[in-house]
Protein backbone atom coordinates (compact mmCIF):
# COMPACT_ATOMS: atom_id res chain seq x y z
CA UNK A 1 0.00 0.00 0.00
CA UNK A 2 1.38 3.24 -0.48
CA UNK A 3 -0.19 4.90 2.54
CA UNK A 4 -1.10 3.12 5.59
CA UNK A 5 -2.79 4.76 8.91
CA UNK A 6 -2.47 3.81 11.94
CA UNK A 7 -3.27 5.54 15.44
CA UNK A 8 -1.58 5.76 18.90
CA UNK A 9 -3.96 7.52 21.57
CA UNK A 10 -5.26 11.14 19.96
CA UNK A 11 -2.14 10.73 17.52
CA UNK A 12 -2.90 9.65 14.20
CA UNK A 13 0.32 8.55 12.19
CA UNK A 14 -0.16 8.78 8.31
CA UNK A 15 2.89 6.36 6.50
CA UNK A 16 3.80 7.28 2.82
CA UNK A 17 5.45 4.42 0.83
CA UNK A 18 4.93 5.22 -2.75
CA UNK A 19 6.09 2.35 -5.30
CA UNK A 20 9.77 2.95 -6.17
CA UNK A 21 10.00 6.43 -4.55
CA UNK A 22 7.72 8.10 -7.20
CA UNK A 23 3.97 9.71 -6.77
CA UNK A 24 0.99 8.35 -8.91
CA UNK A 25 -2.33 9.74 -8.99
CA UNK A 26 -3.51 6.51 -6.19
CA UNK A 27 -0.90 7.39 -3.73
CA UNK A 28 -2.41 10.73 -3.93
CA UNK A 29 -5.51 9.97 -3.65
CA UNK A 30 -4.45 7.47 -0.96
CA UNK A 31 -2.78 10.10 1.12
CA UNK A 32 -6.00 12.51 0.41
CA UNK A 33 -8.61 9.63 1.46
CA UNK A 34 -6.30 9.06 5.08
CA UNK A 35 -6.47 12.88 5.49
CA UNK A 36 -10.08 13.25 5.03
CA UNK A 37 -10.86 10.12 7.35
CA UNK A 38 -8.72 11.70 9.75
CA UNK A 39 -10.02 15.51 9.92
CA UNK A 40 -14.06 13.94 10.74
CA UNK A 41 -12.32 12.43 14.12
CA UNK A 42 -12.41 15.77 16.46
CA UNK A 43 -14.83 14.34 19.08
CA UNK A 44 -15.55 11.87 21.07
CA UNK A 45 -12.46 9.10 23.23
CA UNK A 46 -11.01 8.12 19.83
CA UNK A 47 -10.64 11.99 18.67
CA UNK A 48 -7.03 12.68 17.02
CA UNK A 49 -5.58 16.26 18.48
CA UNK A 50 -2.66 15.98 16.25
CA UNK A 51 -1.27 14.30 13.45
CA UNK A 52 2.35 12.46 11.79
CA UNK A 53 3.05 11.99 8.28
CA UNK A 54 6.68 9.73 7.86
CA UNK A 55 7.70 7.26 5.59
CA UNK A 56 9.22 7.96 2.44
CA UNK A 57 7.79 11.52 0.98
CA UNK A 58 9.64 10.38 -2.46
CA UNK A 59 11.87 12.11 -5.04
CA UNK A 60 8.83 12.51 -7.95
CA UNK A 61 6.43 11.62 -10.03
CA UNK A 62 5.72 8.61 -11.98
CA UNK A 63 5.98 8.72 -15.79
CA UNK A 64 2.64 8.49 -16.15
CA UNK A 65 1.78 11.23 -13.35
CA UNK A 66 3.83 13.36 -15.77
CA UNK A 67 2.38 12.42 -19.05
CA UNK A 68 -1.41 13.07 -17.43
CA UNK A 69 -3.33 14.22 -20.39
CA UNK A 70 -6.92 14.74 -18.83
CA UNK A 71 -6.56 18.82 -19.06
CA UNK A 72 -7.67 21.00 -15.81
CA UNK A 73 -9.85 17.68 -14.35
CA UNK A 74 -6.67 15.51 -14.23
CA UNK A 75 -3.96 17.73 -13.35
CA UNK A 76 -6.47 18.80 -10.41
CA UNK A 77 -7.09 15.26 -9.08
CA UNK A 78 -2.96 15.09 -9.09
CA UNK A 79 -3.64 17.80 -6.00
CA UNK A 80 -6.42 16.72 -4.52
CA UNK A 81 -5.02 14.47 -2.12
CA UNK A 82 -2.04 17.28 -1.24
CA UNK A 83 -4.77 19.86 -0.83
CA UNK A 84 -6.78 17.68 1.68
CA UNK A 85 -3.96 17.45 3.80
CA UNK A 86 -3.26 20.69 4.10
CA UNK A 87 -6.77 21.61 4.89
CA UNK A 88 -6.90 19.68 7.53
CA UNK A 89 -7.63 21.09 11.28
CA UNK A 90 -5.82 19.09 13.19
CA UNK A 91 -2.15 20.26 13.94
CA UNK A 92 0.59 17.94 11.05
CA UNK A 93 3.86 17.09 11.77
CA UNK A 94 6.15 16.17 9.26
CA UNK A 95 9.19 13.72 10.03
CA UNK A 96 11.36 13.65 6.20
CA UNK A 97 14.03 11.53 6.00
CA UNK A 98 16.18 11.41 2.68
CA UNK A 99 14.49 12.34 -0.34
CA UNK A 100 11.80 14.90 -0.36
CA UNK A 101 11.36 16.01 -4.33
CA UNK A 102 8.15 16.84 -6.49
CA UNK A 103 5.38 15.89 -4.98
CA UNK A 104 7.23 14.82 -1.70
CA UNK A 105 8.37 18.04 -1.14
CA UNK A 106 4.55 19.43 -2.08
CA UNK A 107 2.92 17.33 0.20
CA UNK A 108 5.85 18.13 2.81
CA UNK A 109 4.61 21.71 2.69
CA UNK A 110 1.17 21.13 3.59
CA UNK A 111 2.17 20.12 6.78
CA UNK A 112 2.09 22.71 9.68
CA UNK A 113 5.52 21.63 11.03
CA UNK A 114 8.82 19.92 9.65
CA UNK A 115 11.07 18.31 10.93
CA UNK A 116 14.22 16.50 8.86
CA UNK A 117 17.06 14.28 9.29
CA UNK A 118 20.71 15.87 8.26
CA UNK A 119 20.50 13.62 5.43
CA UNK A 120 17.64 14.81 3.87
CA UNK A 121 17.32 16.60 0.33
CA UNK A 122 14.66 19.07 -0.73
CA UNK A 123 13.76 20.31 -4.45
CA UNK A 124 11.21 21.20 -6.81
CA UNK A 125 12.63 20.12 -10.28
CA UNK A 126 9.08 20.34 -12.57
CA UNK A 127 10.82 23.38 -14.81
CA UNK A 128 13.48 21.11 -15.93
CA UNK A 129 10.67 19.04 -17.22
CA UNK A 130 8.97 21.93 -18.86
CA UNK A 131 6.26 21.64 -15.99
CA UNK A 132 5.59 23.16 -12.75
CA UNK A 133 4.48 22.04 -9.22
CA UNK A 134 0.51 20.41 -9.84
CA UNK A 135 -0.02 20.30 -5.97
CA UNK A 136 0.44 23.40 -4.42
CA UNK A 137 4.35 23.69 -4.88
CA UNK A 138 4.01 27.09 -6.06
CA UNK A 139 1.92 28.45 -3.91
CA UNK A 140 2.62 27.23 -0.35
CA UNK A 141 6.67 27.29 -0.94
CA UNK A 142 6.51 31.10 -1.18
CA UNK A 143 4.27 31.12 2.00
CA UNK A 144 6.73 29.02 3.70
CA UNK A 145 10.30 30.16 2.63
CA UNK A 146 9.23 33.61 0.98
CA UNK A 147 9.09 34.92 -2.67
CA UNK A 148 12.70 34.89 -3.24
CA UNK A 149 13.81 31.84 -1.95
CA UNK A 150 10.58 30.30 -3.18
CA UNK A 151 11.41 31.39 -6.92
CA UNK A 152 15.37 30.06 -6.77
CA UNK A 153 14.39 26.83 -5.65
CA UNK A 154 11.43 26.78 -8.64
CA UNK A 155 12.91 28.62 -11.31
CA UNK A 156 16.70 26.71 -11.18
CA UNK A 157 15.35 22.75 -9.74
CA UNK A 158 18.14 23.34 -6.94
CA UNK A 159 18.52 20.08 -4.43
CA UNK A 160 19.45 21.84 -0.92
CA UNK A 161 20.26 19.92 1.84
CA UNK A 162 18.68 20.15 5.25
CA UNK A 163 20.86 22.20 6.81
CA UNK A 164 19.76 24.77 3.61
CA UNK A 165 16.12 24.00 4.36
CA UNK A 166 16.54 25.02 7.90
CA UNK A 167 18.36 27.98 7.30
CA UNK A 168 15.52 29.47 4.70
CA UNK A 169 12.73 27.94 7.12
CA UNK A 170 11.57 25.26 5.13
CA UNK A 171 12.22 23.11 7.85
CA UNK A 172 11.31 24.18 11.62
CA UNK A 173 14.94 21.81 12.98
CA UNK A 174 16.96 19.17 12.04
CA UNK A 175 17.37 16.13 13.61
CA UNK A 176 20.31 13.91 14.19
CA UNK A 177 18.48 10.45 14.24
CA UNK A 178 15.38 9.41 14.77
CA UNK A 179 13.07 11.78 13.22
CA UNK A 180 10.11 10.28 13.47
CA UNK A 181 10.27 9.38 17.42
CA UNK A 182 10.80 13.17 17.37
CA UNK A 183 7.92 13.98 15.48
CA UNK A 184 5.51 11.89 17.45
CA UNK A 185 6.95 13.14 20.39
CA UNK A 186 6.43 16.78 19.44
CA UNK A 187 3.06 15.58 18.15
CA UNK A 188 2.44 14.11 21.71
CA UNK A 189 3.06 17.81 23.31
CA UNK A 190 0.87 19.55 20.82
CA UNK A 191 -1.94 16.95 21.82
CA UNK A 192 -1.85 17.50 25.70
CA UNK A 193 -3.35 21.09 24.59
CA UNK A 194 -6.38 22.13 24.52
CA UNK A 195 -7.70 20.80 21.21
CA UNK A 196 -9.62 23.50 20.08
CA UNK A 197 -7.45 25.77 20.73
CA UNK A 198 -4.59 24.54 18.51
CA UNK A 199 -6.94 23.71 15.80
CA UNK A 200 -7.96 27.66 15.83
CA UNK A 201 -4.37 28.43 16.22
CA UNK A 202 -3.60 27.35 13.21
CA UNK A 203 -6.68 28.68 11.78
CA UNK A 204 -5.62 31.66 12.71
CA UNK A 205 -2.27 31.40 11.34
CA UNK A 206 -3.10 29.98 7.96
CA UNK A 207 -6.17 31.79 7.29
CA UNK A 208 -4.56 35.11 8.82
CA UNK A 209 -1.82 34.87 6.06
CA UNK A 210 -4.63 35.29 3.35
CA UNK A 211 -6.08 38.64 4.94
CA UNK A 212 -4.41 42.63 5.95
CA UNK A 213 -3.37 42.77 9.11
CA UNK A 214 -6.16 44.64 10.20
CA UNK A 215 -8.13 41.64 9.29
CA UNK A 216 -6.54 38.70 10.29
CA UNK A 217 -6.65 40.85 13.68
CA UNK A 218 -10.60 40.92 13.88
CA UNK A 219 -10.07 37.44 13.21
CA UNK A 220 -8.24 36.52 15.58
CA UNK A 221 -9.98 38.12 17.85
CA UNK A 222 -13.54 36.19 16.97
CA UNK A 223 -11.51 32.75 17.74
CA UNK A 224 -10.48 33.98 21.20
CA UNK A 225 -14.09 35.33 21.82
CA UNK A 226 -15.39 31.50 20.42
CA UNK A 227 -12.90 30.14 22.96
CA UNK A 228 -14.11 32.24 25.73
CA UNK A 229 -17.27 29.85 25.94
CA UNK A 230 -15.78 26.47 25.79
CA UNK A 231 -15.83 24.02 28.96
CA UNK A 232 -11.91 23.34 27.68
CA UNK A 233 -11.29 27.80 28.14
CA UNK A 234 -12.67 27.20 31.68
CA UNK A 235 -10.88 23.94 32.52
CA UNK A 236 -7.87 25.36 31.88
CA UNK A 237 -8.42 28.43 33.81
CA UNK A 238 -9.38 26.12 36.61
CA UNK A 239 -5.88 23.65 36.27
CA UNK A 240 -4.13 26.90 36.36
CA UNK A 241 -5.32 27.93 39.46
CA UNK A 242 -5.18 24.22 41.56
CA UNK A 243 -1.97 24.18 39.65
CA UNK A 244 -2.44 20.61 37.87
CA UNK A 245 -2.66 19.49 34.46
CA UNK A 246 -5.41 20.15 32.43
CA UNK A 247 -8.26 17.47 32.09
CA UNK A 248 -9.29 19.11 28.31
CA UNK A 249 -12.24 17.18 26.76
CA UNK A 250 -12.60 18.67 23.15
CA UNK A 251 -15.55 20.95 24.14
Given at each position: ????????????????????????R??????????????????????????????D???????????????????E????????????????????????????????????????????T?????????????????????????????????????????????????????V?????????T????????????????????????????????R????????????A??A??????????P??F???
Open positions: MSVTLEFEGPLAIITLAPEGGRHDASIEALGDAAMYVAGRLDGPEAVRAVVVTGFGSGWTEDALAETEGIPGIALGAGVHALAEMPQPVVAAISGACHGPGLEVALACDIRLATGDSFAAPETALGTLPRAGGTQRLGRAVGRAQALRLLLTGDTIDAAEARRIGLVSSVAADVEGAARLAGRIAERGPIATRMGKEAVQRGAEMTLEQALYETDLTVMLQSTDREGVRAFAAKRPRTGR
